[in-house]
């Protein structure tokens, strides 16, 4: 596998947990795995899945950047 494809990949898996954390936070539910994020408060926790979310946007757009004609193999 190519490192971009595992990065886009991971990217959007990221991406489409947050968003599904979000949904469920707003409906009364609670993901396990994102609890601790809490644990600071709110404010530190949103900044927190912000900070997630835009790291995640940015292994996606990395990842699905296309190769220029001139770039070399590795």
Known sequence: ????????STGIII???EIAYVIL???GYNVY??????RWGPVAGWILRALL???AGLMVFWG?????AGEAQP
């Open 25 to 27: 936070y707003f409906l």
């Open 64 to 68: 699905s950047k296309k190769k220029r």
């Open 15 to 17: 991406l489409l947990y």
């Open 33 to 38: 795995f994102l609890t601790w994020v809490d």
């Open 1 to 8: 596998m190519k490192l971009r494809y595992i990065i886009f």
């Open 53 to 55: 979310f835009m790291i």
